[in-house]
């Protein structure tokens, strides 16, 4: 079964940056497409990156939601099993709870839909304020 556990998270100012990372057990990441989502108080989740699997279809491909484009960066490292969220000029609007998640990967998919991925973390706290 496979486990992932979130961290890097915090209380940071407006501009400022984070990284969050997804740590994985259970088995090998390189198969799963990761993504990250967040949800605000009284919001739905929201996909905001995804990164394809590394040994199915294009590997590397990304998918950004458009709210974070040029600010957020995903990326993979195979031999630690560990993805992780650059996030840079952070605004109050990103605030909320992050969670990253693995779908089983796929060709010519870059999946960012809650629906398609199977495994979750708990989820870790980022707030943007001043």
């Known amino acids: 079964q496979l486990q992932l556990v979130e961290s890097g998270g915090g209380l940071v100012q407006p501009g400022g940056s984070l990284r969050l990372s997804c740590a994985a057990s259970?088995?090998?990441?390189?198969?799963?497409?990761i993504g990250w989502f967040r949800q605000a108080p009284g919001k739905e989740r929201e996909g905001v990156s995804s990164?394809?699997?590394?040994?199915?279809?294009?590997?590397?491909?990304?998918n950004y939601a458009d709210s974070v484009k040029g600010r957020f960066t995903i990326s993979r490292d195979n031999a630690k099993n560990t993805a992780y969220l650059q996030m840079n000029s952070l605004k109050p609007e990103d605030t909320g709870v992050y969670y990253c998640?693995?779908?089983?990967?796929?060709?010519?998919?870059?999946?960012?839909?809650?629906?398609?991925?199977?495994?979750w973390g708990q989820g870790i706290q980022v707030t943007v304020s001043s």
């Open positions: 259970g088995y090998t990441l390189d198969y799963y497409a």
């Open positions: 990164i394809s699997s590394s040994i199915v279809g294009s590997s590397g491909s990304t």
């Open positions: 998640a693995a779908s089983p990967g796929r060709v010519g998919v870059v999946p960012l839909f809650p629906w398609e991925f199977d495994y």
